[in-house]
């Protein structure tokens, strides 16, 4: 007889019924086949998990919340999941999200929309709507997202949750489907830092199915262990264009108060400057657009799912089209080039802003999600919420969102940003910010 870890049938059912208004979940995982010989005290035991679902979970649905998957069951374990389970974490289901994870709302999943728990008439943010939902109802105590632009912090901030963005490579991204390799990363979602920070020890660390993965010493990988809430003498930087690109008064009051905060917890604030802020979006967005087009051109109908361009959403296949043409000979030194040079420039801005000091603080999003069923004619308005978080991608540093209060009854984040490896400081400093609030 298979040894099932012990999760009571009426606890997932009564999950499954509060669900059915939220839809953080596509798949919840009833007859524990994610579960089936999970081992008991390891460091997550006991901890319920739910997995993103373009994170392959062997024997469950992993969609990437696409009709293009609708049948991919996978025949594998990602890496994280396989470290989750080692590590006798309870997987309850497979998480909703926005489709091929593009999107910023939630709301263009095959699946349905996900409702945002902690503030029902507004969208949770995306794309790991799921995750961020999930966690914020309470049905699981941890979840795992993935962040191109800023997917786990976006609705981490929304619904008021926190959310980390390793540095790029300090997560293995084997059994992750693609949105854009060189930006994906895979991170923790919780309701608290030593949560995150304690999903972070058990799925960060070098693999070898993964070539882009970082060999770096044990030490990098207690972050629970070494959390640390004294932010005395701790130098944060922030930049006067955060001010001129927040769009929200609400928000910009908000971060200005959450400044105030690490000032009296004893952190220094200087002044610094992130003159191509404005670019970030267009480069983003350019670089993204190419690889996602490389990424999906192995859904073509034959090997596995659906024809990608014949059964998806609008959003997905104005990116394989944007894509599609840039990646052609006589374009790719107009805008591909261009957009390569522009990563660069965003990445020396902030190796020179965070020179000399530990952090940077800022908002992780301009403007509060907008309500439920509010038509977006131009898709630019949506590309607007990346502005704060997009920059972290391009740079492959580390960032997360913690939760700094509410603006007109909607959770809103404050976002840390550090530099490449200092991911123990960027959790840190949204520990030592979450005792203070
Ligand atoms: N909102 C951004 C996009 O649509 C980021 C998505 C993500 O981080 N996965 O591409």
């Known amino acids: 007889m298979l040894k099932t870890y012990r999760m009571e049938r009426w606890e997932i059912d009564e999950i499954k019924e509060r669900d059915e208004d939220i839809n953080s979940f596509i798949v919840i995982d009833r007859n524990g ?14 901890l319920t998990v739910g997995i993103k679902s373009n994170i392959c979970v062997h024997g469950l649905l992993t969609s990437a919340g696409s009709k293009t998957l609708e049948n991919y069951i996978a025949p594998y374990d990602a890496t994280v ?9 309870v997987i309850l289901g497979m998480c909703n999200m926005d489709e091929f994870a593009c999107g910023s709302s939630g709301e263009t999943s095959y699946y349905g929309a996900t409702k945002n728990p902690s503030a029902p008439e507004n969208i949770p943010g995306g794309s790991s709507s799921g995750p961020a939902a999930a966690v914020a109802a309470g049905f699981v105590d941890v979840a795992i997202g993935s962040d191109t632009g800023g997917s786990i912090r976006n609705p981490a901030s929304h619904c ?22 060189s930006l994906d ?9 030593k949560k995150a920070a304690l999903l972070m020890d058990v799925i960060a660390g070098h693999d070898p199915r993964d070539e882009t993965s970082l060999r770096l010493d044990k030490k990098f990988y207690s972050f629970s262990k070494n959390l640390d809430k004294n ?5 944060v930087g922030y930049a006067d264009e955060f001010d001129e690109l927040i769009s929200d008064k609400g928000i910009k009051n908000l971060i200005h108060n959450a400044i105030d905060n690490l000032t009296s917890a004893g952190a220094e604030i200087v002044d610094v400057n992130l003159t191509n802020l404005e670019i970030a979006l267009p480069t983003y967005y350019l670089n993204m657009y190419v690889e996602f087009f490389s990424a999906t051109r192995k859904y073509d109908g034959r090997r596995y799912g659906h024809r990608i361009e014949k059964v998806c959403g609008e959003e997905v296949l104005r990116r394989i089209l944007l894509g599609s043409y840039i990646s052609q000979k006589e374009y790719s030194g107009r805008y591909y080039r261009k957009a390569l040079q522009a990563r660069s420039v965003i ?11 530990d952090v940077l603080a800022g908002p992780v999003v301009p403007k509060l999600p907008h309500k439920f069923g509010t038509k977006i004619e131009d898709p630019r308005t949506m590309y607007a919420y990346d502005i704060f978080t997009v920059i972290a991608n391009l740079a492959g540093i580390p960032a997360g969102s913690v939760p700094a209060g509410r603006v007109d009854g909607i959770p809103t984040g404050l976002q840390i940003i550090g530099k490449a490896l200092d991911d123990q400081k960027v959790m840190n400093v949204m520990y030592g910010f979450e005792q203070e609030i």
């Open 231 to 235: 932010l005395k003498g701790i130098k």
């Open 185 to 193: 990363q895979i991170g923790p979602i919780a309701k608290d830092v």
């Open 160 to 181: 008021g949750v926190v959310g980390f963005k390793p540095t790029y490579g300090m997560v293995s991204r084997y059994g992750l489907i693609d949105l854009a390799m």
């Open 33 to 46: 086949i994610a579960r089936r010989n999970l081992k008991k005290g390891g460091r997550l035991d006991g």
């Open 347 to 357: 990445r020396k801005d902030l190796s020179l802003a965070l020179d000399g000091i």
């Open 81 to 89: 999941v396989e470290r989750i389970k080692e590590n006798s974490g």
